[in-house]
């Protein structure tokens, strides 16, 4: 049986010299260094507002002044006899956030194959359908102009988040769904 040498050094010495050596302050702090700028980063993005749209499709139709909505006239008068309006069907979830009066911004379109044209608005009014489960959005241009039949997309403005929530809602419902 072959028996160990007594000598302690068992590496070279180029080896013991690392070994010996003190780390880095880097090497030493870097976790808590890392800990600290994700800190930072989450309380900074608590500040930072992140605008929340609604995103639906809106269709532009024209109707007469004895509509059963109750339309902002002034807004929407293109003639004596008829009213340009925006339509935006959303479900009864969706129309929970939506008030009259919140700006719009729409890309309207008259053929598929033209360029979209940007069009600013508010909402008017919500009006259920059938039996409330859907709602007809009503939405008036900001300038009377001829778009009838247009289709497009709509986003209607309906607040501001923080970055924060933006980033820690995702990881919430995570757990949400988890703990049922």
Do not use: C, W
């Not at 013991?16 to 050596?21: A, G, Y």
């Not at 808590?32 to 309380?43: E, H, Y």
């Not at 360029?115 to 059938?130: F, K, R």
């Amino acid at each position: 049986m072959k028996q160990q040498p007594t000598d302690h050094t068992k590496y070279s010495k180029e080896v013991e010299e690392i070994l010996r050596k003190k780390p880095a302050f880097l090497v030493r702090k870097g976790i808590l260094l890392l800990t600290i700028l994700v800190a930072l980063l989450l309380v900074v993005s608590h500040f930072i507002k992140y605008p929340e749209k609604l995103t639906a499709s809106v269709t532009f139709e024209a109707t007469t002044k004895n509509v059963s909505a109750p339309i902002n006239h002034s807004a929407a008068l293109i003639n004596d006899s008829a009213l340009m309006y925006g339509q935006i069907i959303l479900t009864s979830a969706a129309a929970s956030i939506v008030e009259p009066g919140q700006p719009v911004l729409m890309f309207l379109q008259a053929t598929p194959e033209s360029l979209p044209i940007e069009v600013q608005g508010t909402v008017d009014s919500l009006l259920p359908m059938g039996n409330g489960d859907y709602y007809t959005v009503l939405v008036i241009p900001a300038e009377p102009i001829q778009l009838f039949g247009y289709q497009g997309k709509a986003y209607i403005s309906i607040g501001e988040a923080s970055l924060l929530s933006k980033i820690l809602n995702p990881v919430f419902a995570v757990f949400r769904s988890a703990g049922q």
